[in-house]
Nanobody, 126 residues
Framework: QVQLVESGGGLVQAGGSLRLSCAAS????????TAWFRQAPGKEREFVSH????????IYAAPVKGRFTMSRDNAKNTVYLQMNSLRPEDMAVYYC???????????????????WGQGTQVTVSS
């Protein structure tokens, strides 16, 4: 089964940028539906973005649309989340997730994903 490992988190000032990476092993990431979720302290894990391997454009949650960009590098078997114009409310642990089961319009539900990384912390100072 595929294993996912996130990296790239860190401390950044509000308005800054970070790029998260999710490297896959044990599977070809381009054959998976992949997503990014985040979880802030005391809050539930929430959907951030989603990419179907055969579809064109990623789907984004409203709070990040226009600021975050999800992409995939098949040669590196890695998905990315470029985060620009970061805000204090973006501070969370970010998780990469994957599945090979199509979920239709329920892509925002974390229970639809079978594989998860360990998470990477993003801290945004104001």
């Amino acid at each position: 089964q595929v294993q996912l490992v996130e990296s790239g988190g860190g401390l950044v000032q509000a308005g800054g940028s970070l790029r998260l990476s999710c490297a896959a092993s044990g599977g070809i990431i381009s054959t998976y539906i992949t997503a990014w979720f985040r979880q802030a302290p005391g809050k539930e894990r929430e959907f951030v973005s989603h990419l179907i391997w055969y579809a064109g454009e990623p789907i984004y949650a409203a709070p990040v649309k226009g600021r975050f960009t999800m992409s995939r590098d098949n040669a590196k078997n890695t998905v990315y989340l470029q985060m620009n114009s970061l805000r204090p409310e973006d501070m969370a642990v970010y998780y990469c997730a994957g599945t090979r089961t199509y979920m239709g319009s329920f892509y925002y539900q974390r229970e639809k994903y079978d594989y998860w990384g360990q998470g990477t912390q993003v801290t945004v100072s104001s």
